[in-house]
């Protein structure tokens, strides 16, 4: 195994404090304890036409080891690489095990990567198999396989997929390996014996706001220390039920599904994001992660409904809004609820905060959230709703999970305090760095780079940029990259400002630019559905998002919007212009990262015309 040269000088080790007496040594072990343990007959759940079909402990198990067994058949040996390029599903999470039974390292591919991307990373890691959701998944990326000499097989999840010649189907797999297991039956515990904890146990590459991805190596220990430490205080036990819905190559899901099936929970798949909705009613979790987005559009969503279905329901809406955030602020300052306020939120709560519940399915103890900043207003309204958000910050670079509030320590505006055995602390230039038995091994195949993420001491520089309060809590203000500085010499900020923005109902997405220029201005896609309303209301004439966006009534509305949400920011921060887009900003059209992360250096030469003239017509004016 090669690729991690040149970490060993930088990256600083930790001795990890153990929280449980018989804690797994790899994450093989994490499900080969957790079938014994449990025994969970509805251990893994997935959608087949209009039914939960179950599969038990003591079939994922056996599954994951056929899997493993299957593999070495084909010839892979402990630190080899497999890709899995699909949806979440339980052939994913089955697939994954059996690699790490055995020290096959796996590296997951976002599903909405562009080919040229996903070629890159079957490269660059030296994918010996490649994984498939279907024949449709092939389709679309199969141009670029005859250019990855690596890869020797295709396994299809999906049974329908057309046979090729070098492929196979996951269930040909399977009997591969039941059959070496009839015919070697100690050769699986040998080969898992071998497996160490600081093995490498994948290589996620990161979305890449800047610059090409990196392969982050992260390894057993790693993963299964945030696994163990970041949950330590929450009140979880067996009898909870989780909705997976974010993706399984993003680390939090994944982290979050090894946290799910050590505790012996029952999980259940999404079946797609079109279908959460059905899904959440379905299935009714207690337990529900997802980024912030998901509870933007939630309530957005749920304001754009009352608002057009009446004047007095978009009234009613609003006055429900604001008892559930002074409720919540009574809460977090820990005082009292006054009388009149506490029957306010008893009528609220039948008129409105009761169908925030039901979205969620009714049963919820918490939401945890992370992977992008959750603004104020959205943890207020919601905790004051009683959908309780914790939010927590990390990277794919710690494992994820680096700092989280959680049900005993919480507090609003923060990511929480450091989990066990991680430590941070705050560079002279505000950058965050982390400490910690969840940090990387490095980048692969770039120790330049592994170098550069590292103090000359060892702790890890998160490129965010933040500040630890007295209480302890860590507090995110943006990051470090993307700060930019005004032709007057002011350093902005970007992130916090554009949260402020997206509490208009009327605004979509929001980017700030401004860097080397005289103010800041923002480029704006609105939420046609509730600006369409707005216009017929007002008697604006319009026959397409594009005449929406041109029209100087609705900018100026716009404009007006993101002036009433932005008093309290100092002079030089203000928007002073605006530009109103009619197409979202997508992964497929490069904008975002597969995590939904803005990718601002290509939004900004994408739309470098309009920005140009932004500040052009300011000029004139």
Known sequence: ?????????????????????????????????????????????????????????????????????????????????????SANSPDWTLTDAGCQMIGIIDVPIYTTLASESVKYILNDAGVRILFLQNGEAYERIKEVLNECPSVEKIVFFDSRAQKLESSLFISELETFGKNLKTAQPDLLRDLEEA??????????????????????????????????????????????????????????ERS???????????????????????????????????????????????KERAATESSLKGKIFDWAIRVAKDYAMKIEKKESIPFILSIKHSIADKLVFSKFRAFFGGRLKYCITGGAALSDEIYLIFNGAGVR???????????????????????????????????????????????GPNVMLGYYNKPEATRE????DGWFKTGDIGEIDEEGFLKITDRKKELFKTSGGKYIAPAPIEQKIKASIY???????????????????????????????????????????????????????????????SRYE??????LLDKEFTV??????????????????????????????????
């Open 1 to 85: 195994m090669t690729g991690n040269i040149g970490f060993e000088t930088r990256r600083k080790r930790v001795e990890r404090i153990p929280l449980l007496e018989s804690e797994p040594r790899t994450i093989g072990e994490l499900f080969r304890q957790a079938a014994s343990k449990y025994k969970n007959p509805t251990a893994l759940n997935y959608k087949l036409g209009d039914k939960w079909v179950p599969i038990s402990s003591e079939q994922m198990l056996e599954r994951a080891e056929n899997i493993a067994l299957g593999l070495y058949e084909l010839g892979l040996r402990k630190g080899d690489r497999i890709a899995i390029l």
């Open 195 to 252: 497996v160490r904890s600081d093995d490498l146990a994948t290589l996620i590459y990161t979305s890449g706001t800047t610059g090409e991805p990196k392969g982050v190596m992260l390894t057993h220990s790693n993963i299964l220390s945030n696994v163990i430490d970041a949950v330590e205080k929450f009140d979880l036990s067996e009898r909870e039920i989780p909705l997976s819905v974010l993706p399984l190559s993003h680390v939090f």
């Open 389 to 435: 958000i914790m939010q927590g910050y990390g990277l794919t670079e710690t494992s994820p999970v680096v700092s989280t509030n959680n049900p005993i320590e919480n507090k609003l505006g923060t990511v929480g305090k450091p989990i066990r055995n991680v430590q941070v602390r705050i560079a002279s230039d505000g950058e965050i760095e982390v400490v």
């Open 453 to 456: 993420a590292f103090t000359e």
């Open 507 to 569: 605004v979509n997405q929001v980017v700030l630019v401004g860097n080397e220029r005289k103010f800041p201005a923002a480029l704006v896609v609105p939420n046609f559905d509730a600006l369409k309303h707005y216009a017929e209301s007002n008697r604006i004439e319009f026959s397409s998002k594009a005449d929406l966006c041109q029209n100087k009534k609705i900018i100026e509305f716009i404009q007006s919007e993101i002036d009433a949400l932005t008093t309290d920011l």
């Open 256 to 302: 979050a599904m090894y946290t799910y099936i050590f505790n012996g929970m029952s999980v259940y798949y999404a079946e797609s994001i079109e279908k959460v909705p059905d899904n959440l009613q379905e299935v009714k979790p207690t337990i529900f992660v997802g980024v912030p987005r998901i509870f933007e559009k939630v309530y957005l969503k749920a």
């Open 574 to 579: 203000k928007i002073k212009r605006i530009a």
């Open 588 to 621: 497929e059209g490069g904008e975002l990262t597969p995590t939904l992360k803005i990718k601002r250096r290509v939004i900004e030469e994408k739309y470098r015309d309009v920005i140009d003239k932004i500040y052009r017509e300011a000029e004139k004016s």
